[in-house]
């Protein structure tokens, strides 16, 4: 599971806790401190949980770095991983800090709970639907942002996008990775979620095999839509990496994958969309619940959703869809 459980000793109550560390991904230090506690916070989310009783933040400094570098950069990732905090209502009370060759950032995130404060990810049944709360294609946004200084690299995508396209898909990735999962952690017992994981080393397929295995029915999960950050899949296909169209691109700090009743799916997008929870939030029905053996799949010929980045339009592709679902191929 995305977080531990550990039921304790006394009044009924359960320990949930995660950890979670990696290298930095993005030029900025402060939004690298919000991505890492947002990936931190987000295993307690997939599980329903939206209260964090406390964080401890995990730091490397990379003994490469000077005097100069270090006493610039590592306050801006410490401030950034504590704002976030506290944007998800909690504070980070300690921790640990090394010197490293590499600089590494991460954290633990610990709450003790009652039974009704999450949800076990093992209740999916056929005819529920997969929604998803983030696009994906961060790691190729990430990755293309980089090649803008790699003439080889940048040779081989400049036909399919613009420098343009990959400055505001790189936004995009970075503001969507900041982006906390609590508000939809919080709308999972609204409208009764019947498990969840969110989406990160292992790519939308991974988790979604890994989040089927869990499952106490026999079910498998079928997706048909793929939401990812505009121009990314081309990126994707040009270079002949990620494995993004096959859902086995990588994603950091990514959305919540959800198993929804099918008559309450639309109003969870709906409401995650609305203005009340403030700008950002988005969700779409990817895929379905089946009868099956603890499997998941995605079509051979998946929608592609371009989701553009804040402030911008994308043409819609003709292959766009929302939460349509063709038969199963």
Not at 7 to 23: A, I
Not at 129 to 134: E, G, Q, R, S
Request: a negative charge; charged letters at 20%.
């Amino acid at each position: 599971m995305d977080s531990c459980v550990i039921p304790l000793r006394h009044g009924g109550l359960s320990l949930v806790q995660t950890t979670d560390f990696f290298y930095p991904l993005v030029d900025d230090p402060y939004m690298m401190g919000r991505i890492a506690c947002a990936n931190v916070l987000s295993d307690l989310y997939a599980m329903g949980i939206t209260e964090c009783d406390n964080m401890l933040m995990l730091l490397s400094v990379s003994q490469k770095m000077n005097e100069d570098e270090r006493e610039k950069i590592m306050p801006l990732m410490i401030k950034g991983f504590r704002d976030a905090a506290e944007e998800g209502g909690t504070s980070v009370t300690g921790g640990q800090t090394v010197v490293n060759p590499w600089i590494i950032i991460g954290g633990v995130a610990t709450v003790v709970c009652q039974p009704n404060e999450f949800i076990m990810p093992d209740s999916a049944v056929p005819g529920d639907v997969l929604v998803l709360t983030k696009p994906l294609g961060t790691q190729v946004a990430v990755n293309a942002h980089q090649w803008l200084d790699n003439p080889e690299r940048w040779n081989k995508i400049r036909l399919v996008v613009t420098r343009e396209d990959v400055e505001l898909a790189y936004q995009e990735a970075m503001f969507s990775m900041a982006m906390l999962n609590r508000t939809a952690a919080g709308l999972m017992h609204t409208y009764n979620a019947h498990a969840a994981t969110d989406v990160t080393g292992f790519g939308i397929l991974g988790h979604a095999q890994n989040l089927a295995k869990q499952q106490r029915s026999q079910v498998s999960f079928v997706i048909h839509n793929l939401p990812i950050i505009a121009k990314m899949a081309a990126i994707s296909k040009a270079s002949g990496r990620f494995g993004l169209l096959q859902g086995t691109s990588a994603e950091t700090s990514g959305g919540l994958l959800i198993c929804l009743p099918r008559e309450h799916a639309a109003r969870f997008c709906a409401e995650l969309r609305s203005p009340k929870y403030g700008e950002g939030h988005q969700a779409w029905i990817i895929g379905i619940v089946e009868k099956g053996n603890q499997t998941a799949r995605i079509i051979d010929r998946p929608g592609i959703i371009e989701v553009a980045p804040r402030g911008t339009t994308v043409p819609l592709h003709p292959n766009n869809s929302t939460s349509s679902f063709e038969s199963s191929s």
